[in-house]
């Protein structure tokens, strides 16, 4: 069974950091680019971050640049998503999903999704 899994999601202050993990079983994530997505209440889903299958192309939100650094252990068959510098309307249900090869903004390119993990950012 295919299969993602994120964690590493809970509730921190502003400013605080969190990581976010992405864990694959059932087929290896060498092949697949990750997309971290987010959605908040009452708001679509959206690209945050993506990384490549190679791990040579990264890309953020123009919300998260410079807070936030995506990587991935092939080893591990696991994608990290970093967190720094968090604010409040960083609060939102977080997924990971994967898709061939290359990057996507595109929810609807991505092949596998996560359940989604809950970071809530407050005082």
């Known amino acids: 069974q295919l299969q993602l899994v994120e964690s590493g999601g809970g509730l921190v202050q502003p400013g605080g950091s969190l990581r976010l993990s992405c864990a694959a079983s059932?087929?290896?994530?060498?092949?697949?680019?990750i997309g971290w997505f987010r959605q908040a209440p009452g708001k679509e889903r959206e690209g945050v971050s993506c990384?490549?299958?190679?791990?040579?192309?990264?890309n953020y939100a123009d919300s998260v640049k410079g807070r936030f650094t995506i990587s991935r252990d092939n080893a591990k068959n696991t994608v990290y998503l970093q967190m720094n510098s968090l604010k409040p309307e960083d609060t939102a249900v977080y997924y990971c999903?994967?898709?061939?090869?290359?990057?996507?903004?595109?929810?609807?390119?991505?092949?596998?999704w996560g359940q989604g993990t809950q970071v809530t950012v407050s005082s």
């Open positions: 999903a994967a898709r061939r090869e290359y990057c996507s903004g595109y929810v609807d390119e991505y092949d596998y």
């Open positions: 059932g087929f290896t994530l060498d092949y697949y680019a």
């Open positions: 990384i490549s299958s190679s791990g040579g192309n990264t």
